[in-house]
């Protein structure tokens, strides 16, 4: 069964927050993180140790239903990043060691605090990624205490919590995550590209026309490749389903070792 492992449920040095209105971030990233996970302060367990968080990551990125059980700390993480529209910039996993690995391998990882950071945790103080137990998100700083909202804490709740620093590994900071854009596809329509192929068979005297008779129906740039519309959506969906598919191997993780 995978898992994170999770803060403890008694004996716990971690205080509950006081409700206090935020300060407002500058980081764009960090707002819409945190305006996702706010509303959803209160949360609680269901029966058999199943989330919504759990069975989105099972049905969307690991595509494997024991995830639907398992502790749900990162799953939950994820799930905001995906709702907020920044999953390119934090990640998409469920198990934290390999959750913050990522972000180092972004050079996006920092020992200092600040709102909308991933803040990882380990309940040992050994500070060493390896030993990450837990994961949350930083929601402000005060006093040298750093308030967080967190999933899969005192058993069940998703709530906010102030952590003492000397427990945390570190943060990974989604603003600093470079995300690739994406290639500009151009579809063109029906007619300009008939045109197109007519005017390029008069200049050259060749025959460019479809097979018999018919028309082709789309063209996809870059690349020049003129290609019907059936053969179109065969091929993007391949692709498509290809790096979905290497996503969710990548991302899950594996299984995590019991505590």
């Not at 040298?144 to 590994?169: A, C, M, P, Y």
């Not at 300009?192 to 129906?217: F, R």
Request: some cysteine; charged content about 25%; aromatic content about 8%.
């Amino acid at each position: 069964m995978p898992s994170c492992r999770h803060a403890p449920r008694a004996g716990s040095s971690c205080l509950e927050a006081r409700h206090e209105e935020p300060p407002i971030s500058t980081d764009p990233i960090a707002r819409q993180l945190l305006d996702a996970v706010r509303p959803e302060l209160g949360y609680r367990e269901r029966a058999g140790k199943h989330t919504k968080f759990g069975e989105w990551y099972a049905d969307n990125v690991a595509k494997d239903s024991d995830f639907k059980a398992a502790p749900w700390c990162d799953m939950f993480v994820s799930w905001a990043a995906d709702q907020a529209g920044v999953q390119g910039h934090v990640g998409e996993f469920a198990l934290t060691t390999r959750h913050a690995e990522w972000f180092k391998e972004h050079h996006a990882w920092s020992g200092k605090p600040e709102p909308g950071a991933v803040v990882f945790f380990d309940w040992s103080g050994s500070k060493k990624i390896r030993d990450i137990d837990h994961v949350g998100i930083v929601e402000k700083v005060v006093g040298g205490k750093v308030h967080t909202i967190e999933g899969n804490v005192d058993g069940v709740w998703l709530k906010r919590k102030v952590r003492d620093t000397s427990k945390i590994v570190g943060y990974g900071l989604p603003r600093k995550v470079k995300v690739a854009p994406k290639a500009p596809v151009t579809i063109q329509p029906v007619a300009a590209v008939n045109a197109s192929v007519q005017g390029a068979a008069a200049s050259t005297g060749g025959n460019t026309t479809a097979p018999q008779g018919k028309s082709l129906d789309v063209v996809w740039s870059p690349g020049d490749a003129v290609l019907p519309a059936g053969l179109l959506f065969a091929v993007v969906s391949t692709a498509v389903t290809g790096l979905r598919s290497k996503a969710a191997a990548a991302t899950s993780g594996g299984r995590h070792r019991k505590r």
